[in-house]
């Protein structure tokens, strides 16, 4: 029996990279893991679960961006090489400055992708995003026109491409919608965040738009399994494997705003609804005004609703919107060709209020929700 692949996580403390570190821990699929990330685990409001995955016999502290950083990230007993390296790192919030995503985002994926193909790896996986496309409500394909519509998108595109051009890297690009799942903070949090403020003062929430603009969706666990499928795949591959291989990881539900606005509704039993083509229109000229606004009216509830509830602690949920989130832009995709290619299934075909309640419950479940 051959020895199991050893395993190298950048950002291993962040959302996808623990949720990996759990998945591959849990199955015995390696030989060795090691989870790197700058902060240490103590700060990364990691939960019970996760805390034998990510423990601190694997846990390297180290900026993956640094190059005299890489013997310690790198450097195995015996002189051996690890066989996957996934790249979970890189700035993940949004309406940030392009020197940060150029810096944490972009010069993180570059350092770390020559050294993998120095050390000649057998599969470096990156992870990108669903928003290098251009925006269209039909699903996009890998082979669609791209135009990123988010800053950190511009710089993920960048760092694909880039990526790409490094001679003898093993290279692996996967997109993805938008990732939901226990304990996450970003795009569902922040609408259940807004949904709870909008209960709490019984009033309608209500979306700007359409219905039918698409915030396709997809679960972290699915999201590590394509992971690791994917890694597994690539090295049965015949070389060269040109062009890179690089494929869509979105479910099967088509989200939209019209499905979360009716998950709001069902979840929180509140009114959810839509301003009408010119209060759109007006928001489309004045974001940086509507946002304010919008942050305005629900920051402070959230506080009262916090205190009410005696969460002292500062927690990773906010309600805050982000302008780059607000956008009139489809976030649409066609996930098809990574089930055909690879034999994928998904386990969360769909984002459902069964889904939404299991999210509730582990915010609950750390004292995060008020």
Excluded at 92 to 102: A, F, I, W
Excluded at 287 to 305: G, R
């Amino acid at each position: 029996m051959a020895e199991k692949p050893a395993v190298l996580i950048i950002g291993g403390l962040g959302y996808t990279g623990r949720h990996l570190a759990r998945y591959l821990h849990e199955n015995s699929l390696t030989s060795e893991i090691r989870l790197v990330d700058k902060h240490l685990p103590e700060l990364a409001w990691l939960a019970p679960e996760f805390k034998e995955a990510c423990s601190r016999e694997r846990f390297v502290q180290a900026d993956a961006s640094r190059e005299q950083a890489f013997p310690r990230i790198f450097d195995r007993e015996g002189g051996k090489q690890f066989d996957y390296v996934f790249n979970c790192g890189g700035e993940t919030r949004y309406s940030q400055e392009d020197e940060v995503y150029k810096m944490r985002s972009y010069g993180l994926s570059m350092a770390v992708g020559k050294e993998a193909a120095k050390r000649k790896v057998k599969c470096y996986v990156e992870i990108s995003t669903g928003m290098v496309y251009k925006p269209d409500s039909a699903p996009r394909k890998e082979t669609d026109k791209l135009k990123p519509w988010s800053k950190l998108a511009k710089w993920k595109l960048s760092s694909e491409e880039d990526l790409a051009k490094i001679e003898g890297l093993n290279l692996l690009v996967l997109r993805t919608a938008h990732v939901y799942g226990p304990y996450t903070s970003k795009f569902l949090a922040t609408a259940l965040c807004m949904a709870r403020v909008y209960q709490f003062l019984g009033r309608e929430m209500k979306f700007l738009w359409k219905e039918d603009l698409r915030t396709n969706t997809v679960h972290v666990e699915d999201v590590v399994r394509a992971l690791w499928t994917g890694a597994e795949w690539y090295v049965k591959q015949p070389e060269p494997r040109r062009p890179v291989p690089t494929f869509n990881i979105v479910d099967h539900g088509n989200t939209s705003q019209g499905i979360m606005a009716r998950l709001m509704h069902d979840t929180f039993n509140i009114a959810t609804g839509f301003h009408g083509t010119l209060i759109s229109a007006f928001a489309r000229l004045n974001m940086d005004h509507v946002v304010d606004e919008v942050n305005d009216e629900t920051l402070d509830p959230w506080a009262d609703l916090q205190t009410k509830a005696g969460i002292g602690q500062s927690t990773p949920l906010s309600p805050f919107m982000e302008k780059e989130l607000l956008k009139d832009t489809d976030l649409s995709m066609d996930g098809s060709a990574f089930e055909r290619t690879t034999g994928f299934q998904y386990q969360h075909p769909q984002l459902t209020k069964d889904e939404i309640e299991k999210v509730l419950a582990s915010y609950r479940a750390m004292g995060w929700w008020p």
